[in-house]
Protein backbone atom coordinates (compact mmCIF):
# COMPACT_ATOMS: atom_id res chain seq x y z
CA UNK A 1 0.00 0.00 0.00
CA UNK A 2 2.77 2.17 0.88
CA UNK A 3 4.78 1.92 -2.29
CA UNK A 4 1.19 2.25 -4.48
CA UNK A 5 0.06 5.74 -2.41
CA UNK A 6 3.68 6.93 -3.09
CA UNK A 7 3.93 5.88 -6.74
CA UNK A 8 0.54 7.56 -7.21
CA UNK A 9 1.87 10.60 -5.83
CA UNK A 10 -0.43 10.34 -2.95
CA UNK A 11 -0.24 11.24 0.92
CA UNK A 12 -2.96 9.36 2.25
CA UNK A 13 -1.30 6.35 3.76
CA UNK A 14 1.85 6.40 6.14
CA UNK A 15 3.55 2.98 7.52
CA UNK A 16 5.04 2.39 10.61
CA UNK A 17 6.91 -1.40 10.82
CA UNK A 18 8.28 -2.59 14.08
CA UNK A 19 10.38 -5.91 14.17
CA UNK A 20 11.03 -7.02 17.61
CA UNK A 21 14.01 -9.11 16.16
CA UNK A 22 15.51 -6.03 14.63
CA UNK A 23 17.14 -4.40 17.55
CA UNK A 24 15.72 -0.91 17.22
CA UNK A 25 14.98 0.50 20.73
CA UNK A 26 11.23 2.22 19.81
CA UNK A 27 8.85 0.87 21.82
CA UNK A 28 4.53 0.41 20.98
CA UNK A 29 4.24 2.26 24.18
CA UNK A 30 2.15 5.64 25.18
CA UNK A 31 4.51 7.59 24.01
CA UNK A 32 5.47 5.96 20.71
CA UNK A 33 0.95 5.73 19.97
CA UNK A 34 1.15 10.04 21.11
CA UNK A 35 3.97 10.50 18.80
CA UNK A 36 2.72 8.86 15.82
CA UNK A 37 -1.12 10.65 16.60
CA UNK A 38 1.01 13.68 16.24
CA UNK A 39 2.34 12.37 12.64
CA UNK A 40 -0.83 11.12 11.63
CA UNK A 41 -2.63 14.47 12.71
CA UNK A 42 0.70 16.09 10.79
CA UNK A 43 0.06 14.11 7.81
CA UNK A 44 -3.49 14.79 7.82
CA UNK A 45 -4.40 11.38 8.24
CA UNK A 46 -8.28 10.45 8.75
CA UNK A 47 -7.63 6.99 9.67
CA UNK A 48 -5.18 4.10 11.47
CA UNK A 49 -5.05 0.63 11.30
CA UNK A 50 -3.08 -1.30 13.50
CA UNK A 51 -2.33 -4.63 13.57
CA UNK A 52 -0.12 -6.58 15.57
CA UNK A 53 0.19 -9.23 18.59
CA UNK A 54 -2.55 -9.44 21.25
CA UNK A 55 -0.23 -7.82 23.81
CA UNK A 56 0.22 -4.67 21.34
CA UNK A 57 -2.97 -4.67 20.27
CA UNK A 58 -4.31 -4.82 23.52
CA UNK A 59 -1.91 -1.84 24.48
CA UNK A 60 -2.88 0.37 21.80
CA UNK A 61 -6.80 -0.38 22.88
CA UNK A 62 -5.91 0.84 26.45
CA UNK A 63 -4.19 3.92 25.49
CA UNK A 64 -6.67 4.83 22.48
CA UNK A 65 -9.58 4.49 25.23
CA UNK A 66 -7.26 6.52 27.50
CA UNK A 67 -6.78 9.55 24.78
CA UNK A 68 -10.64 9.31 23.70
CA UNK A 69 -11.67 9.80 27.63
CA UNK A 70 -9.34 12.72 27.27
CA UNK A 71 -10.27 14.53 23.70
CA UNK A 72 -7.26 13.98 22.13
CA UNK A 73 -8.43 11.62 19.77
CA UNK A 74 -12.16 10.21 17.97
CA UNK A 75 -13.10 6.40 18.47
CA UNK A 76 -13.60 6.66 14.66
CA UNK A 77 -9.99 7.77 13.85
CA UNK A 78 -8.33 4.51 14.90
CA UNK A 79 -9.12 0.36 14.19
CA UNK A 80 -7.65 -2.32 16.13
CA UNK A 81 -7.02 -5.63 14.53
Known amino acids: M ?3 TKSLGLKNFHLELR ?13 FIMRN ?3 WNKEGLKKAYVCGPPVMNELFDRTIDSLI ?3 VLERSMVEVL
Open 69 to 71: NQQ
Open 37 to 39: IDI
Open 2 to 4: AEI
Open 19 to 31: FSNSGVATRWDRE
